[in-house]
């Protein structure tokens, strides 16, 4: 399995702020795929983001955005204007070509009001 | 779209009997499904890959005896944990793959079950 480090344990961010949750990975493979997944208190794991390795391009879903770095080895996740709803554990996720997943340790995000 | 559903979502037994859990995908075929683990406050650990029409694949540590996964069709897979003792206790959560021309890169989640065991 890939290695995949999440290194925030915990995050807090203010009502309609911004916050970025790193994530870097290590790997031989050139092509592979990387998720960011939430999962709020009821457990349930929600995609949030997906980004394919040979895109250039940073894959952006309305307010979450993230910043593939691929020679770093690094997949960050920004959560621009933080809702209340945004409170929850995001896992970064590491899919090789067997379609297996590896999964960050996670990070809390917690949203002041 | 992409919805994937588990049956129960909870389950209290006792120990020593054998739970079986559900794991469907509602609209859409997967031909992979994947079983995973999840501790409180923990990351999810991959117990194994079930196929289709074919023997499920576990993951180092796994214990297959104790943990019978059957992929009927390409809706349907089931997890039995057999003998059920409370180190089984668990949350555990499977995922769908969808065929080709599908969602196929992506893994949906179900809601997840928890298993207590007395």
């Known amino acids: 399995a890939q290695t995949v480090t999440q290194s925030q344990p915990e995050m807090s961010v203010q009502e309609a702020e911004t916050v970025t949750l790193s994530c870097t990975y290590d790997?031989?493979?050139?092509?592979?795929?990387l998720f960011w997944y939430k999962q709020p208190p009821s457990r349930q794991m929600i995609l949030v983001i997906r980004?394919?390795?040979?895109?250039?391009q940073n894959a952006t879903e309305n307010r979450f955005s993230v910043n593939f770095q691929k020679a770093a080895k690094s997949f960050s996740l920004k959560i621009s204007d933080s809702q209340l709803g945004d409170a929850a554990m995001y896992f970064c996720a590491y899919r090789s070509w067997d379609y297996k997943l590896s999964f960050g340790a996670g990070t809390t995000v917690t949203v002041r009001a | 779209g992409a919805v994937v559903s588990q049956h129960p979502s909870w389950v209290i037994c006792k120990s020593g009997t054998s739970v079986k859990i559900e794991c469907r995908s509602l609209d859409f075929q997967a031909t992979t499904m994947f079983w995973y683990r999840q501790f409180p406050k923990q990351s999810l650990m991959l117990m194994a890959t079930?196929?289709?029409?074919?023997?499920?694949?576990?993951e180092q540590g796994v214990e297959k005896d104790k943990f019978l996964i059957n992929h009927a069709s390409l809706t349907l897979s089931t997890l039995t944990v057999t003998s059920a003792h409370p180190e089984d206790s668990s949350f555990y959560i499977c995922?769908?793959?969808?065929?080709?021309?599908?969602?196929?890169?992506?893994?949906?989640f179900g809601p997840g079950t928890r298993l207590l065991v007395l």
């Open positions: 079930s196929n289709e029409g074919s023997k499920a694949t576990y």
């Open positions: 995922s769908a793959l969808g065929l080709a021309g599908g969602p196929g890169e992506t893994q949906y």
């Open positions: 790997t031989s493979e050139s092509d592979y795929y």
């Open positions: 980004q394919e390795a040979y895109k250039q």
